[in-house]
């Protein structure tokens, strides 16, 4: 019986060995471990490994304190097992300008794929202010410190007849090299879709996990048609599925694609899915991080598996 407790109080003690061997194994070419799941930006072929690291959350609540020695290990930790995908805002209070700071501390600015948003609309619908929008992008520039921020996206489809074409420009001129859009809301589901076929983003940003699957019917396989890159939030639900299987140990057969533990079997069902580029789960803890990144090694369920775990998932009672 191994339940996420006990998979992390392992994971501590042989995080410095995956480290290392991940850092032997990796390729002059790619930079990644051998053996790391990753997979291609639709528009450009570039590819990302399919866990990363979100900053909303916990994260965003260690930002705010002075008690971030643990993100600097979680931002070290992702990066030295292979992870690259940093997902962030300045709607995330300290996160982005904490989450700066450290990487350039830390030397590994350059080699992680920075992806932020642009959110100044007002919440009551009214239309975003282009000056406010472009110190806003000016401010995640100094932040993140480098050249080219890799990916921004309008936050929540906010304003977009104002903010998008910012964006498109910020892109025509090398400053930013993909664009895209998020929600995580329901309500706007329909203005996402819109989007995606009247827009040329390069990347969309939602959420998908093993009990919330409304984006199988029409976001992925749109996403998959139009060439879109997808992020995917919330994978665990926030919290929601890690109550419903407080208690439960993983299933024997989960080993036969490599979950060791209950985000590693979330995780890897979210990764399975082929219009999933990359995830990014939040946390300010670096056993969780280590944990996470074990969803981005060995193989990912097929799609009689993935029907057994989601059989399983729905036999648990609802958070």
Do not use: C
């Not at 909303?56 to 643990?70: G, L, P």
């Not at 401010?139 to 309008?154: E, N, Y």
């Not at 749109?222 to 879109?228: E, H, P």
Request: proline share 5%.
């Amino acid at each position: 019986m191994t339940t996420r407790r006990e998979w992390l109080r392992r994971i501590g003690t042989e995080a410095g060995m995956l480290a290392l061997a991940s850092g032997a194994a990796r390729g002059a070419g790619s930079g990644a471990p051998a053996g790391l799941i990753t997979r291609a930006i639709p528009k450009t072929g570039e590819r990302l490994p399919i866990v990363g690291l979100g900053s909303s959350a916990t994260f965003s609540q260690v930002a705010r304190t002075d008690h971030v020695a643990a993100l600097r290990e979680v931002l070290g930790r992702m990066v030295d097992l292979g992870g690259t995908v940093f997902d962030t805002a300045p709607a995330y209070g300290a996160s982005e300008e904490v989450a700066g700071r450290i990487a350039q501390e830390l030397g590994i600015a350059q080699r992680l794929f920075w992806a932020t948003k642009l959110n100044v609309a007002s919440w009551g619908g009214g239309a975003a202010d282009p000056a406010a929008a472009r110190r806003q992008i000016e401010t995640s520039f100094r932040r993140i410190g480098k050249p080219a921020i890799d990916l921004i996206q309008v936050h929540n489809l906010g304003d977009l007849r104002t903010q998008l074409p910012i964006l498109r420009a910020l892109k025509e001129q090398g400053r930013v090299r993909y664009i895209g859009v998020t929600t995580t809301f329901e309500g706007q589901y329909d203005e996402l879709l819109r989007t995606m076929r009247s827009e040329p983003i390069d990347f969309i940003g939602t959420n998908y996990a093993i009990d919330d699957r409304d984006a199988e019917r029409t976001i992925l396989p749109l996403a998959r048609d139009r060439g879109i890159a997808v992020l995917v939030y919330a994978p665990f639900g926030r919290t929601r599925l890690w109550r419903r299987v407080a208690g439960r140990s993983v299933p024997d057969w989960a080993r036969e694609f490599g979950a060791a533990s209950w985000a590693q079997f979330f995780l890897k069902f979210v990764a399975s899915h082929p219009a999933v580029t990359a995830i990014t789960p939040a946390t300010s803890r670096p056993e969780n991080m280590s944990d996470n990144m074990g969803a981005a090694v060995g193989a990912l369920p097929d799609d009689a598996m993935r029907k057994r775990m989601i059989t399983l998932v729905e036999t648990l009672p609802a958070a």
